[in-house]
């Protein structure tokens, strides 16, 4: 048997419209604080949340993603072991798949929907992937 293309769900992205609050409610209330935070220059427009066993919430603060939507939940995404086999395949059904790009994060990445567009985005983290380095750094934003 062929190792899973998909190991586990990655990480779920929300919008926030309140930045600070919500930080302060996984901090305070859930017990979470940020694993690191994204920064455009010297603005805060988003954090990450470490849920342990490789298992994370992206949250931006609403209008600063590259996105815009009126929904809370912006994508699911989901961890691949191998992310050119995982385009490969996915290319193989007929399915439009972006090209795997290295994020600002230093994990790779690709994005596709789902028949509903639903956005997936597909994860291969690398060595130098930040949701495994220290806490408290801040990835710059390039977008």
């Not at 600070?20 to 603005?43: H, L």
């Not at 059904?93 to 567009?117: N, R, Y």
Request: net charge negative; charged share 25%; with cysteine.
């Amino acid at each position: 048997m062929t190792a899973p293309l998909v190991r586990q769900v990655a990480h779920t992205c929300i919008f926030a419209r309140d930045l600070d609050a919500v930080e302060a409610f996984y901090r305070d209330v859930i017990g979470i604080a940020p694993k690191f935070t994204f920064m455009r220059g010297r603005d805060k427009i988003g954090f990450y949340l470490d849920f342990g066993n490789r298992t994370f919430i992206e949250v931006f603060k609403k209008g600063e993603s590259r996105f815009e939507e009126s929904n809370q939940i912006n994508h699911i995404c989901l961890e691949t072991e191998d992310i050119d086999a995982f385009i490969a395949h996915v290319r193989g059904k007929g399915v439009d798949i972006t090209a795997k790009k290295l994020g600002v994060d230093g994990t790779w990445q690709a994005w596709l929907a789902d028949p509903s567009g639903v956005k997936l985005e597909i994860f291969q983290y690398t060595p130098q992937s930040m949701q495994f380095g220290p806490d408290g750094l801040e990835c710059q934003v390039d977008w």
